[in-house]
């Protein structure tokens, strides 16, 4: 193999791709500008739609507004909810009337004085986010009277409050201090990275496969003294490079989300929103071993989709058969992305290292969340590199094969 | 040396499809060799495997005195191949398409320049050199797939269907090139299934039928087969005798 051939070989198809407008647009700007967008945006989204319910007074149907006691009725006044009169509990739920809607029995006050209990019923549509986020706050309200109720019993019975709580249970935190940053969405950057590293590299790899082949110029390219091998290579490094460079600015967008959250948006939120953009993953930050960490990780992710796309479009015989035979690959990165946010659950073994891409995607959202160690690492990279090293033979192989150069 | 392209027993099958059956043929240098046949009769599969895109699965050739399979790359060196759907990269400009395939020749940048100058005046190339090949009528694509296929003065050029498309004006410049390419060391093999054009530029031609050479000979030769009335005639009385003699139905 001569370096010089093959260089000159993928310059021409970087030189091509780059004079793509379009290419340009879905390689380089969109992921600079989407994932800082999706970062920032989603977090405070939900954090001020989450903080504006907290302050929002929100009206409660109730049937047998007669019923309410005063002192419930404070209790839902500094809740921030009106209680509104309706003649049907689930009908004032289900067309939209109220979010939520109570019933307080007759007698209701009565049967507590006497120190008897009571029923009351909180209608809401389970599955609809604003109706229980609502019937929640309702039942914080009860709760917060059936709390003076039993302590105004047990005053009576010259008993202390404490007498129902006798053990305390405290939580502690003993996440560290990336994974609490990293809230429960770390997976969206392995995500992230492996969306771009595939759509970057997609349109290189098409138009120098199934693209030469419609035009007319792959036949061209194979009768001039080049090896099969060196056209491979050119072709492979162009398209990693899109590859790598769309996923290194989806990096970069992290990297830029991440500090514009952490120095001008959470400083000036509301304690309910930064919480929410926290748990979000709003406050990812990176430090410099992770981001090394992910670029390398996401050029070996960038190799391996490059061989494997360079393989497949061979065998198409125009661009949009090859885009149709490519377009299933985004399951392959989708689902295990998406999945990793259930890792938990799943409870992953250390048998995921030796699965290519898997074992990237796992180690992306570890380093992120400041969890693995260098074992990890090694095995994911070094399985990673016999997996391209497979697929750039497989994709040369199809370069060889004659029923693949000429299928029309 | 005399002989440009020299093939002895050639076949090649896809599948239970004879494409070239036994094909046997020597060009001459400073000759014009026509393969004449009709669609599907096994033209484009010959210049293919000549071409070292193809591997032969029987027989053997030489081009320019190299093996077309033990010694493809210096036989892909001494060739250019001209077809009628070759295509141009549609972001590069005529001058970037030259630069590229000369760097593949192993030509230097200056080298290449000096050829893009000549072959300006010999096939008017104009501003094709300057403007994206995306933006160019089909006459100019093919003054620059010429002018590739040519960069590295090669000693065998392929022109397989290659005015297939064009209108008469670029059709004209094609034929023209065609006829002042062949010297001392040169020689074209044109595979073509219009008479007019083996009659206009051939020395001498084979006619291929369901790929099997039935004919071969100067192109005086071949026509007076057809008892004087021309080329086209004696194509299809070969034709005829071809299928006759193998009892299929004309």
């Known amino acids: 193999?001569?370096?010089?051939?093959?260089?000159?070989?993928?310059?021409?198809?970087?030189?091509?791709?780059?004079?793509?407008?379009?290419?340009?647009?879905?390689?380089?700007?969109?992921?600079?500008?989407?994932?800082?967008?999706?970062?920032?945006?989603?977090?405070?989204?939900?954090?001020?739609?989450?903080e504006r319910e907290q302050v929002t007074v929100t009206s409660v149907g109730v049937v047998g507004e007669a019923n309410v006691p005063a002192a419930l009725r404070a209790a839902f006044t500094a809740a921030n909810l009106a209680l509104e009169p309706v003649a049907d509990a689930d009908g004032a739920v289900r067309d939209g009337t109220v979010d939520v809607a109570v019933v307080i029995p007759t007698g209701f006050?009565?049967?507590?004085?006497?120190?008897?209990?009571?029923?009351?019923?909180?209608?809401?549509?389970?599955?609809?986010?604003?109706?229980?986020?609502?019937?929640?706050?309702?039942q914080q309200a009860f709760a917060g009277y059936q709390a003076e109720v039993v302590a105004a019993r047990l005053s009576a019975a010259g008993l202390d409050a404490s007498v129902l709580q006798p053990v305390t249970v405290q939580t502690v935190d003993a996440s560290s201090q990336a994974e609490r940053s990293s809230g429960q969405l770390s997976w969206l950057i392995p995500f992230f990275i492996a969306i771009w590293t595939l759509t970057g590299g997609q349109m290189t790899a098409i138009d120098a496969t199934a693209g030469e082949k419609e035009r007319g110029t792959l036949e061209v390219l194979l009768v001039a003294p080049v090896r099969r091998a060196e056209v491979v290579a050119g072709k492979f490094i162009a398209t990693m490079t899109f590859g790598l460079s769309a996923a290194l600015m989806a990096i970069l967008g992290i990297i830029i989300g991440g500090a514009v959250m952490a120095r001008l948006i959470?400083?000036?939120?509301?304690?309910?929103?930064?919480?929410?953009?926290?748990?979000?993953?709003g406050s990812i930050t990176l430090t410099p071993a992770t981001v090394l960490t992910l670029v390398v990780s996401a050029l070996l992710?960038?190799?391996?989709?490059?061989?494997?796309?360079?393989?497949?479009?061979?065998?198409?015989?125009?661009?949009?058969?090859?885009?149709?035979?490519?377009?299933?690959?985004?399951?392959?990165?989708?689902?295990p992305a998406v999945a990793l946010q259930f890792k938990d659950l799943i409870g992953l073994s250390d048998s995921v290292y030796y699965v290519p891409v898997l074992n990237v995607l796992v180690l992306m959202d570890n380093v992120v969340r400041g969890v693995g160690g260098g074992r990890e690492v090694l095995i994911t990279w070094a399985v990673m590199l016999v997996a391209v090293v497979l697929l750039l033979r497989f994709a040369l192989r199809n370069f060889k094969r004659e029923s693949v150069i000429f299928r029309s | 040396?005399?002989?440009?392209?020299?093939?002895?027993?050639?076949?090649?099958?896809?599948?239970?499809?004879?494409?070239?059956?036994?094909?046997?043929?020597?060009?001459?240098?400073?000759?014009?060799?026509?393969?004449?046949?009709?669609?599907?009769?096994?033209?484009?599969?010959?210049?293919?495997?000549?071409?070292?895109?193809?591997?032969?699965?029987?027989?053997?050739?030489?081009?320019?005195?190299?093996?077309?399979?033990?010694?493809?790359?210096?036989?892909?060196?001494?060739?250019?191949?001209?077809?009628?759907?070759?295509?141009?990269?549609?972001?590069?400009?005529?001058?970037?398409?030259?630069?590229?395939?000369?760097?593949l020749y192993g030509m230097r940048s200056a080298a290449i320049e000096a050829r893009i100058a000549e072959l300006d005046k010999l096939l008017q190339l104009g501003d094709t050199?300057?403007?994206?090949?995306?933006?160019?009528?089909?006459?100019?694509?093919?003054?620059?797939?010429?002018?590739?296929?040519?960069?590295?003065?090669?000693?065998?050029?392929?022109?397989?269907?290659?005015?297939?498309?064009?209108?008469?004006?670029?059709?004209?410049?094609?034929?023209?090139?065609?006829?002042?390419?062949?010297?001392?060391?040169?020689?074209?093999?044109?595979?073509?299934?219009?008479?007019?054009?083996?009659?206009?530029?051939?020395?001498?031609?084979?006619?291929?039928?369901?790929?099997?050479?039935?004919?071969?000979?100067?192109?005086?030769?071949?026509?007076?087969?057809?008892?004087?009335?021309?080329?086209?005639?004696?194509?299809?009385?070969?034709?005829?005798?071809?299928?006759?003699?193998?009892?299929?139905?004309?």
Request: glycine share 10%.
């Open chain 1, 1 to 50: 193999m001569r370096p010089t051939v093959i260089l000159r070989l993928a310059r021409k198809e970087i030189v091509s791709t780059l004079r793509d407008t379009r290419a340009i647009v879905s390689n380089l700007v969109i992921p600079l500008v989407l994932v800082p967008v999706m970062m920032i945006g989603m977090p405070l989204l939900l954090g001020s739609l989450f």
């Open chain 1, 301 to 335: 992710l960038s190799a391996f989709v490059s061989a494997l796309l360079l393989g497949i479009a061979m065998f198409a015989r125009s661009f949009k058969e090859a885009q149709s035979y490519v377009a299933p690959l985004s399951f392959l990165f989708v689902i």
């Open chain 2, 1 to 103: 040396m005399n002989e440009l392209v020299s093939a002895n027993g050639l076949s090649k099958a896809f599948g239970s499809v004879k494409a070239v059956d036994d094909l046997s043929f020597a060009v001459k240098a400073s000759e014009v060799f026509g393969v004449l046949g009709p669609n599907g009769a096994g033209k484009t599969t010959t210049l293919r495997i000549l071409a070292t895109l193809l591997q032969p699965d029987a027989g053997t050739a030489t081009v320019a005195g190299y093996d077309i399979v033990k010694d493809a790359e210096r036989v892909r060196a001494a060739i250019g191949v001209v077809n009628g759907g070759m295509g141009l990269y549609d972001r590069l400009t005529g001058r970037e398409i030259l630069h590229y395939f000369g760097g």
């Open chain 1, 266 to 281: 959470v400083p000036r939120l509301g304690e309910g929103a930064s919480g929410m953009v926290n748990i979000m993953g």
């Open chain 2, 129 to 250: 050199l300057a403007r994206r090949a995306g933006g160019f009528s089909t006459g100019m694509k093919q003054k620059v797939v010429i002018a590739r296929a040519v960069l590295h003065d090669p000693q065998v050029i392929f022109f397989d269907e290659a005015t297939s498309g064009l209108d008469v004006v670029a059709r004209r410049a094609v034929i023209d090139f065609v006829k002042a390419y062949p010297s001392a060391g040169r020689a074209v093999v044109y595979s073509t299934h219009v008479m007019s054009e083996v009659e206009e530029l051939c020395d001498r031609a084979c006619i291929i039928y369901r790929g099997r050479k039935i004919a071969e000979g100067t192109v005086a030769e071949l026509a007076a087969q057809g008892d004087g009335k021309g080329l086209e005639e004696a194509f299809f009385r070969l034709v005829n005798r071809y299928d006759t003699s193998r009892g299929v139905a004309a």
């Open chain 1, 109 to 138: 006050e009565a049967e507590l004085a006497d120190g008897g209990s009571a029923t009351v019923q909180v209608h809401s549509k389970v599955g609809n986010m604003k109706s229980e986020l609502n019937a929640s706050k309702v």
